[in-house]
């Protein structure tokens, strides 16, 4: 049986996958990276090859086109706008979803054929604050340490990122090290209480911005110590940093953090979108590194600063230089004679000659009617980019929308004039960087669907209507040129050097094994880094956007730990959406005022709002809530949470401060509430609210509420999912808005309908089950519209997912005198598996102390 | 003590054959106006259907009764009563002293004053003889009609459409048994009713019988005519109180009686279809039954009481189960409602200030009791989404 080697498509970890004959997908035990680990959404690969809705022809205005006529049409729009407004009024965004070789690809189509630096990446909204911050003090993007030293180190500190449930494997790692070295000690740095904390000694809450204030403070501590070495910029750091206090810490978890720091010197600092993700964010990297940089606890085994990127190949994109404060190849205007070798080399006369636009800049330009021509590539800006309806408006503006994806649900394909199909995982064939510098091969092993070529093959052919030809024959070569340009302008200080790729063979380049980079010559395996680092001055501020008695509450965003970022992939995968169903707003109980667990808020800022199930979690800290970013017009158009984002950004880095926007909630009155269990998916216009999910047995579940007539909703939903010959069964209590009916057709079950005036209704779970059955009896149609089995207790909600123990054999063992997370774990075994849901499980016991009496 | 019934009915032979067991020393006689043996009377749709023969419906044989050591007589008619003396008089002339007199004299089948009322083949649906009739005009085959869509009526109905005769219903309301039914769970019954060949026409009233020298037809007071060899009149009973009444007893709609069932002579008592009890009549075989069990207590010199419970219904019809109980056109009643299609089940409940006030079923009639019970109690029921779902639901949600 063959298997294949690849990488999985998910977060920057870059965990190495073997895929067998079956699409079977386990974690490759001889890559450095995971070795032979795998997370949920790693595990589930295999369930997302066939994607329904994939883009398999190419479309021009809405209509069916051939490759040719497409090609011809995106060429001609280029050469309109190129024409018109000269070559900043094009512009590429890309994705940290592309392989390196189509990045290189995009980056040279931009720079050197269209002649622009008009090329952002979504990389801007995932870490461009931490190559802001690499650039300052190491005057090079790079990330010294390796994934070893999170195992070596003594300390570990996290720092905005929620690694257990954003990079699950690295957290694996760390827990097995620790559990293995219980002298290590573990530090969370994060305004929420994240499943990471389960393994952590210490979680400082800081409040959101106030990271540099600590780190500032931590510098000026180990100075006082005399634990810091004469560093360039160290002073100006010292004296930027005097004073610095990070509010509402408890001052002896300060200072006990600040000891534990000062007495190891093997500490890694590793930090992720919550540090990146701020109009302070390439601040916050440097206020980090200058920790280490002036302790010199950087490069050495368990010690250093360590940026995690949150996307498969955001490095990879970094190294070609697919950024619009970018050249290629770690070469920059800024270093004379970069520029010209680059031109030379290219035998581009028109090379880009200066920056260009950064994400959120591009899209408030091509909002301006400033840009004539835009090729998106994988990915869904429509979705993810802060101020998002301003930016739809921006995309309806551009004359000329490329959208290259797989996917032709995505609600920025459905924007495009001129949609291109691309290959997707398993299919295309190229390398990725992780996080620890690490290049990997993405190897296809299904055919080509439809009509979908590689994103660098339509690459060139536009080219080559423009009049240039790439002369690329597959990845291989492009991997090539990739690795020359790094070669260019030497001797030079730059770290990132793939001389040893200039002449790699295809067949080499097949069997690539995961290498480190630098690697100046064949064969050569990079290592730890110790660049020559300075310190950089981080005078604190505050976000941008301050809260105020009008928008008093602070919004957060990010991922959760089963979804991948708008959905198009893990959004069809029942298991991956069994563990957060819906769109939640988690508000800290003393926020709440009258608003309830479960019901509808909305969430309102100066740039939009969108509507939310309100979960009240005292992991949240009061004063903040924090909503998912994952959900679009396709699963949940009411709680696509962008659009109220704030689209600050940093000074330098252009990075959106997706991590603070002040908001206020309120709550949402609904005539009704209710649920659609069908045998098919509805469109979410049945209800002013809507979130569809998919469950097993192809069964689609929808969460509705309305503010129409309870009854008129209910025979609205009953005639959505009638079918011919089948009977319903009803309960209808019009005086307390109660409306309840299953159809059923040959005692199969063909879809529930529940509608209640508030949100507490029957659980899902059970009903859901009832799908797989044949033969309904009469007796058990009853059943059916309690929502249980006749005498049986009612089902409560499934809490751990790995174990499928209820919330109800929790309360249970909680009743029968458990009242610890430990304890709950040995009696039900709930939270001993990926632990995500230990947070629940602590709530669950807290609410039950609460009841106690004194 | 000489005990003397009169009326061999349900109640009547129920009450004969209690007093005999419990009244010491006592000689029971039961006296029947139809010439057979105590009868099922509400098995009579059974006869008429083909489902039972005569000698199925005979509830009490000879011997059993003679064992039961009453003396019963079948074909005596009572025309008069000499209460100062004592004795009643036989049509025959014969006169029967009595300690004890209980009246169960029933009720007849009402009969509509239209033209034509007296042809041949207009028919009651009442007793043995009636039947009789029926089962002779219904070999011939042909049009009947029967007037009168309430649970007799919907009855003689479907046995004689399983005869083989096209019946046509006429009813004066919208839907059948409205008394019993809401007009939802009428309509279930009226096209369940229609598959096995029943025509309604409702809301209708009869102006006239029309024939020669048998009838032929009924006259609709829109002016249709539907043509009709067999018309059975099903349109209501009527107490039989001739006899209590010439005998100067207290009579209003029916035998007055108190709660021991005595009536204004305290030596008569009355049970069954042919007394009044505060004000209210009974109409179905339960109530006669317990009333003839307080009768024969009181008989026996023991503290006996009626007290009757909310009206309730509990029918089969042609084999459907239905069920009603309290108020059921309460328009001041909220409602709720349990429809299954694939089964034919209906439920509506009628609450209000969250008590249940009402309830009807229709095919599936097993919660009755529970419903019956939450009723009487007045109480606040819990968890109202699960009240029409049936006691195993609202047990496990209390």
Known sequence: ????RSTCPYCGVGCGVLVDAKGGVTGDP?????????????????????????????????????????????????????????????????SGQLLTED????????????????????????????????KRAFGEDLVPGVYEDLEQADLVVLVGSNLAWCHPVLFQRLVAARAARPSMRVVVIDPRRTASCDAADLHLAVAPGDDVALFDALLCHLHAAGLTQPAPGLDAALAAAAGARPQGIPAADLARFFAWFAATPRVVTLFSQGTNQSSAGTDKANAIINCHVATGRLGQPGAGPFSVTGQPNAMGGREVGALANMLAGHLDWSVPGEHAALAGFWRAPKLATQPGLKAVELFQAAGAGRIGALWVMATNPAVSMPDASAVRAALRRVPMLVVSDCTRDSDTVALARIRLP????????????????????QRGFRPWPGEARPDWWAISQVARRLGWDFGWDGPAAIFREHAAVTTLARPSQRVFDLAGFTALEDAGYAALAPTRWPVPVPGAQGGRLQPAARCVPTPPRPPVNATSDSFPLRLLTGRLRDQWHTMTRTGLVPRLMAHV??????????????????????VESDWGSAVLRLKLDTAIPPGSVFAPMHWTDRFAPAARINPAVNPAVDPISGQPELKHTPVRVLPVPMAWHGFVLARQSLPAELGEWAARLPLAHGVWRHELAGEDAPAAAFARLRAAVTEPDAAWVTLDDAAAGTHRAALLRDGRLLAVVFLGASPTLPARDWLAGLFAENRISLPARRALLAGRPADGPAPTPTICVCHGVSAGSIAAAIAGGVCTLAQVGEATAAGTGCGSCRPEINALLAAAKVVEPA | MRILVVGAGPAGTRCAVRAAQRVRGAEVTLLGAELALPYDRVALSKLLAGEAEIGDLITHPVVELAALQVRFRAGVAVTEIDRAAQVVTTRKGERLAYDRLVLATGSSAVRLPLPGAELPGVLAYRDLDDVRAMLRLAAEGGHAVVIGGGLLGLEAATGLAARGMKVTVVHAMGWPMDRQLDPEAGALLTTRLARRGIRFVMPAATVALEGVRHVQGVRLDDGRLLPASLVVMSVGIRPNVAL????????????????????????????????????????????????????????????????????????KVSGTAVWSAGEISAETAEAIILRDEGAEEYRRLFLRDGRLVGAVLYGDTADAGYYMRLIAEQRVVGSRAELALGSSFMDAAA
């Open chain 2, 244 to 315: 209590a009444r010439d005998a100067g007893l207290q009579v209003a709609r029916g035998v007055v009686v108190d709660d021991a069932m005595r009536t204004s002579d305290a030596a008569i008592y009355a049970v069954g279809e042919c007394t009044e009890h505060q004000g209210r009549l009974i109409g179905l075989v339960k109530p006669a039954l317990e009333q003839a069990e307080v009768a024969a207590a009181a008989l026996a010199g023991e503290a006996a009481c009626w007290q009757p419970v909310p009206d309730s219904a509990a029918l």
């Open chain 1, 103 to 134: 990045y290189f690809a995009a980056n040279k189509f931009a720079k050197a054929v269209l002649g622009t630096a008009n090329i952002d990446s979504n990389s801007r909204l995932c870490m461009a604050s931490a190559v802001a911050g690499h």
């Open chain 1, 30 to 94: 001889d890559h450095p990276a995971n070795q032979g680990r795998l997370c949920s959404k790693g595990t589930a690969l295999g369930e997302t090859l066939d994607q329904p809705g994939r883009l398999l022809h190419p479309e021009v205005d809405g209509k069916r086109a051939s490759w040719d006529a497409a090609l011809d049409a995106a060429a001609e729009g280029f050469r309109r706008a190129l024409a018109e407004g000269g070559p900043d009024s094009t512009a590429l965004y890309v």
């Open chain 1, 1 to 4: 049986m063959s298997v294949t």
């Open chain 1, 422 to 441: 691309a290959l997707g995982w398993g299919e295309k064939d190229g390398t990725v960087t992780n996080s620890e510098r690490v290049i990997s091969r």
């Open chain 1, 581 to 602: 169903p819906e769109p939640l707003l988690s508000m800290h109980p003393d926020d709440a005022g009258a608003m309830v667990d479960g019901a509808l808020a909305r």
